[in-house]
């Protein structure tokens, strides 16, 4: 602990396992030391989800998705037992066309509401992303065997 009162800060070198790790490889990280002797490496560097998401939208993607799940016919990760990414596209596009509508004021034209439309392009587009990042572990783990 340094004359302020806050914790020292040091550097220590990261070393990133996981491909998929934001952090460069051999990142020179920032760490703190607490009063107590523990330490943890810097916030700086590191990606917050906290800030990126929006609790708000969450909750409401979460109702939309819970709206259809049909009765519970089917479980709420369905969609990770994969969805060809084309069917994705298709699907993002008329939802897309329905938001357009909406925007253009021509609402009434539309199938579906904005916010049905902006939850269900949340969906496709957290679906078919889902699908590329899956095929680019596979294609990792094939070079690495």
């Not at 994969?82 to 066309?97: A, D, F, N």
């Not at 949340?122 to 078919?128: A, I, K, P, S, V």
Request: contains cysteine; negative net charge; glycine residues 6%.
């Amino acid at each position: 602990m340094n004359e302020s009162g806050r914790p020292n800060v040091y550097r220590v070198d990261h070393m990133a396992d996981n491909p998929f790790d934001p952090t460069p490889s051999r990142a020179l990280q920032m760490a703190r030391e607490f009063p107590t002797g523990a330490n943890r490496s810097d916030a700086a560097n590191k990606l917050d989800y906290e800030g990126y998401l929006s609790p708000l939208v969450i909750q409401r993607f979460g109702r939309y998705m819970y709206e259809h799940q049909y009765e519970g016919a089917r479980t709420s990760d369905n969609w990770q037992k994969g969805i060809p990414i084309t069917e994705y596209l298709k699907s993002l596009l008329r939802h897309v066309l329905d938001l357009w509508l909406w925007h253009r004021g021509y609402g009434d034209a539309a199938t579906e509401t904005k916010e049905e439309a902006l939850c269900a392009i949340l969906f496709n587009t957290q679906g078919y992303l889902y699908e590329l990042l899956k095929e680019k572990t596979k294609l990792l783990e094939e070079k690495t065997k």
